[in-house]
T-cell receptor, first 113, second 112 residues
C-alpha cells in the first residue's frame, strides 16, 4: 500500500525567497512520485514527475524535486518564490501504472509581498 | 490541443436526486480517472476507466457509478445524493502507457 505525508499544511514565504515543501512517502514497491499544483477554483496542474529515471527532477515554473530513497522523501523546491506561486500543492504517489494515485493532504503556499 | 473538459462546471441538486457529470479526455488519451475532492477529506480516488472498461474502483458505495464511451469520454453518475456528496469532482485522463495525468477543472456538486 502507498501513503503520502506532507509535513506542513501551510507554508508562508516572502516573494523572492526560497520555497521548500516537504513530502514523505511510503510504498511497498518502487514508487512513481508527482507534484501537482491547484490554484483557487481551478483543476490540478502537473508540476513534475519522478518515474525511476534521474533522481533530481525539474518541472515547470522553476520548481524541482529530489527523490531520496533512503529518506523516502520527495521534497519540492524553488529558488525564488513569485506571487503567482501561491496555491495548494499536492504530493502524489503511485506504485504501478493504472493504480490509483494516492494524494497527500496538500500544503497551502502563501507568498507575501 | 484541448485539455480535459468537464461539464457542467457547477451543479446543484436536492438530496435523493441523481447527478450526472461528464468528462472529455485529451485526444488520444484512453484512460479516464475520477476523483472526489471534498472539504477536509482531500482527494479521493473514485474510478478508473480504460478502453471502455472499469479497471479500478476506490472505496465508494455502489451509488457512485460511471461508464466510458467508445470515444473515450466518460460519465460519472451519483444516485440517491447525500449532503456529504457535495464536493469538487475532478476528471483526469492519460495516454495508454504513460503516467501523464492531466486534470480538468472539475465540476462543483452541491447537494442541498
Amino acid at each position: 500500500a502507498q501513503s503520502v505525508t506532507q509535513l506542513d499544511s501551510h507554508v508562508s514565504v516572502s516573494e523572492g525567497t526560497p520555497v521548500l515543501l516537504r513530502c514523505n512517502y511510503s510504498s511497498s514497491y518502487s514508487p512513481s512520485l508527482f507534484w501537482y499544483v491547484q490554484h483557487p477554483n481551478k483543476g490540478l496542474q502537473l508540476l513534475l514527475k519522478y518515474t525511476s529515471a534521474a533522481t533530481l527532477v525539474k518541472g515547470i515554473n522553476g520548481f524541482e524535486a529530489e527523490f531520496k530513497k533512503s529518506e523516502t522523501s520527495f521534497h519540492l523546491t524553488k529558488p525564488s518564490a513569485h506571487m503567482s506561486d501561491a496555491a495548494e500543492y499536492f504530493c502524489v504517489v503511485t506504485a504501478t501504472y493504472g493504480q490509483n494515485f494516492v494524494f497527500g493532504p496538500g500544503t497551502r503556499l502563501s507568498v507575501l509581498p | 490541443e484541448a485539455g480535459v473538459t468537464q461539464s457542467p462546471t457547477h451543479l446543484i441538486k436536492t438530496r435523493g436526486q441523481q447527478a450526472t457529470l461528464r468528462c472529455s479526455p485529451i485526444s488520444g488519451h484512453t484512460s479516464v480517472y475520477w476523483y472526489q475532492q471534498a472539504l477536509g477529506l482531500g482527494l479521493q480516488f473514485l474510478l478508473w476507466y480504460d478502453e471502455g472498461e472499469e479497471r479500478n474502483r476506490g472505496n465508494f458505495p455502489p451509488r457512485f457509478s460511471g461508464r466510458q464511451f467508445p470515444n473515450y469520454s466518460s460519465e460519472l453518475n451519483v444516485n440517491a445524493l447525500e449532503l456529504e456528496d457535495s464536493a469538487l469532482y475532478l476528471c483526469a485522463s492519460s495516454p495508454a502507457t504513460d503516467y501523464g495525468y492531466t486534470f480538468g477543472s472539475g465540476t462543483r456538486l452541491t447537494v442541498v
